[in-house]
Every structure is written in structure tokens, then in C-alpha cells.
Nanobody
Framework: QVQLVESGGGLVQAGGSLRLSCPAS????????MGWFRQAPGKQREFVAA????????HYADSVKGRFTIYRDNAKNTMYLQMNSLKHEDTAVYYC????????????????????WGQGTQVTVSS
């Protein structure tokens, strides 16, 4: 059974930084795509960033390019999202997700492609 548990959310002032963590248990993820999504109140869940676990391919939403970085620690089987220069509009619940079936070089940016989800962690950016 694959389990994803996000942590690292919190309250931060605009311009600040946070790092989200997503340790994965149940198996190794060498052939998976992994992603971060977020959902603000009253809005649909949206793509933030994704990576393929075993190759150096990443994909970012335009709104976070240059500010967020997705990366992994193989030894810890953990994915991270480093978020810098945070803006008020980054406020949302952030979810990590794993896709076990896609084989494209670039990881998918559609939530429907992902098979496993964490419970979410709240990020609030005060303006």
C-alpha cells in the first residue's frame, strides 16, 4: 500500500520561504512520476510541479517557475518542494501525488494522471 504524507506547511509572510516534504512508503518510486498540486478555497486543484523519480526531468507551472524547486532524496525516499519568494496567491492546501503508469519523459501535469495522493498540508502566505 503506497502512502504519501505531506508536511512543512504553515503561515509565512509574503517574500518568505517554506519547504514541503513528502516521504513515500510502501515501495520505492524509481519508475514513478511524482507531483505537487494545490487547491485554494473555491478553486479547482491545480498543478504546481512534477518530476520523474529516476531521470532529471521536471515540469513547473508558469506561476511558480523560478520560485519553486521540486527535488528528491533517494536515500530517504522523499520528495520536496522548496518554495521561495512566496506570494499571497500561493495560499492553498498543497498535495503530493504519485503516478505509477505514465511513461513519458516529462511528468504529467494533470491530476487525473496520478494514482496516489497525500492528505494535504496548508500553506498560508500573509500579504
Amino acid at each position: 500500500q503506497v502512502q504519501l504524507v505531506e508536511s512543512g506547511g504553515g503561515l509565512v509572510q509574503a517574500g518568505g520561504s517554506l519547504r514541503l516534504s513528502c516521504p513515500a512508503s510502501g515501495r520505492t518510486f524509481s519508475d514513478y512520476a511524482m507531483g505537487w498540486f494545490r487547491q485554494a478555497p473555491g478553486k479547482q486543484r491545480e498543478f504546481v510541479a512534477a518530476m520523474r523519480w529516476n531521470v532529471r526531468s521536471t515540469h513547473y507551472a508558469d506561476s511558480v517557475k523560478g520560485r519553486f524547486t521540486i527535488y528528491r532524496d533517494n536515500a530517504k525516499n522523499t520528495m520536496y518542494l522548496q518554495m521561495n519568494s512566496l506570494k499571497h496567491e500561493d495560499t492553498a492546501v498543497y498535495y503530493c501525488a504519485a503516478d505509477k503508469t505514465s511513461t513519458t519523459y516529462y511528468p504529467p501535469n494533470s491530476a487525473t494522471e496520478y494514482d496516489y495522493w497525500g492528505q494535504g498540508t496548508q500553506v498560508t502566505v500573509s500579504s
